[in-house]
């Protein structure tokens, strides 16, 4: 598989943007004709900038408004034609893409268009130019492959192809199968984006959203094994025009296309057995059976000021590392890990983001497959050195620079509790509070590195994301996606913060980055376990009482269920799976809280209706800008 990336895609001057794109794995560039032009040194020396990267010109693009052309406009355009021949030339490259004409002032005709490109191709023989044609989906005559193809086609040049781009296709909706008709040696280069499905104008959409396959909604992968059954085995460039990736960093951007590339071909190759695809191999997305732990780095204090929290949701203490100043935290099949080591990744952890969720125990169906799978898309492997008798955790690092650890039944691993862990018992028997197990776990991050992470997620494990909400917290927007898997054993929720005057925003900034900002636990009775907290000493988050009144006139409910709500600060929610009850801490340190919900019927979703009133009850409870830290 080579793999190329178009210039326009990733932010920041030639320089930066090559390093990057090399640094990535990439094998080659598409060169921008304007990033060339902004460029200020020679075509040659722009060629051997790309060489010395060690990467290569896969393509030059674009050349516009070029077929069916009247005259005068028909010589000028092979003049113009004839110049960027001789530039590829010092750029050393030697396929140019053409994409079709939007001009006004072309006549249309296939033929005419066919003897444009045939002439073209003539021309382009004598410098040792290939022609690639595309049809923009805005085309003004020609907007669809099959017409581009068919225009090739009667061309009838050795040097004149078809390129295929999975955009203009799917976005137009035409079904990718017609590419299946196609000789895969007639096509001469293969761009891929993805798009979320949003209804806008076409030229817009392509311009400013679109983005890495896997990251939105097109059908890429259909696109893609349509593809592949024609035979073609070049190039396979990401061309994505997004608003925020030129915004971005080059660098993450460049690692998420490359793993977009792989992620796609892996899948490909999956589906479609019968066809030789040439990616590394590496074993399927993962099964994510449940998460095992959630470990916190902290000093002893705040250890203190979390256990005390911990015991009044009705965890008991219940083990301590043979080797570390690290403590279990236990209650139903929940496991708390509370690291106060002065060493290590934890405490490097908390020096860094003060008091965090500085790692995530995932059970999988095979912990070493998981970290192999996660190498193959590019993602750090974790390794620390362990005590002797200890067990050497599988782990990688995850996007925002916490840890994911690998727990599976296949091995040692199962009994990580019995042999890392000394059990204890010292805290009051029986204050359990009904919390089960983790429902989900949610992650706060930059708006802009929200498909950073969704990708990451799930080309790694077996999950879907769902589509994204809009969240309105009263200074600003947040948005919401969810990676889950169909089990639900595996559900995490990101929140992509757009200003640091949002919740999520102030919880960025304050803690340099952490992301983990809230816990959700479960439970099967959701105003049992409310009974058991107060009894604890739990202080719930407020909710306004005009949230009840609205509830009720939203709902109809049954016997004192309103009241019971209200009393409890219980949140809820209905659709016609089934019911949704949410309760709240309030924040603890700079944003973090947990959150205790019960799921009845099968009602998948994570109570979006309700963020905004949990927000600003949660905003109250804040210190308020500006203030000393309490
Ligand atoms: O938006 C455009 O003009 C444009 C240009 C070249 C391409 O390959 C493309 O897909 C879009
Ligand atoms: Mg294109």
Known sequence: MKTSIATVSISGDLAEKLAAIAAAGFDGVEIFENDFLAFDGSPREVGRMVRDHGLEISLFQPFRDFEGMPEPQRSRAFERAERKFDLMGELGTDLVLICSNVSPLCLGGIDRAAADFH???????????????????????????????????????PNVGLIVDSFHTLARRIDPDTIRSIPGDRIFFVQLADAPKIDMDLLYWSRHFRNMPGEGDLDVTGFMRAVAATGYDGVLSLEIFNDQFRGGSPKSISVDGHRSLVYLMDKVRRLEPGIRIDVPPMPDRIDVEGIEFVEFAADEEEAATLAGMLTTLG?????????????????????????????????????????????????????????????????????????????????????????????????????????????????PANRDTGLTRIDHIAQTMNYEEMLTWLLFYTSIFSTSKTPMVDVVDPAGLVRSQVIENDAGSMRITLNGAESRRTLAGHFIAESFGSAVQHIAFATDDIFATAEALKASGFVSLVISANYYDDLAARFVFEDDMLARLREFNILYDRDEQGEYFQLYSPNYGEGFFFEIVERRGPYRGYGAANAPFRIAALKRHLRPPGLPKR
């Open 315 to 427: 965890f008991a203490r219940s083990g301590r590392h043979v080797a570390k100043d690290v403590e279990l935290w236990r209650q139903g099949a929940i496991n708390i890990i509370i690291n106060t080591e002065r060493e290590g990744f934890a405490h490097s952890s908390y020096v860094m983001h003060g008091t965090n969720v500085c790692d995530i125990g995932f059970r999988v169906s095979d912990a070493a497959a998981t970290v192999e799978r996660a190498r193959a898309l590019g993602a750090d492997p974790f390794e620390q050195p362990v005590g002797p008798g200890e067990l050497n955790i599988p782990a990688i690092r995850g996007v925002g620079g916490g840890l994911m650890h690998f727990i599976d039944s296949g091995s040692d691993l199962a009994r990580i509790w019995d042999i890392d862990f000394r059990p204890v018992q010292d805290g």
């Open 119 to 157: 002439e073209l191709g003539e021309r382009a023989a004598r410098h040792g130019i290939r022609i690639g044609y595309e049809a923009l989906a805005w085309g003004r005559h020609v907007n669809d492959h099959r017409d581009a193809w068919e225009i090739v086609r009667r061309a009838d040049q």
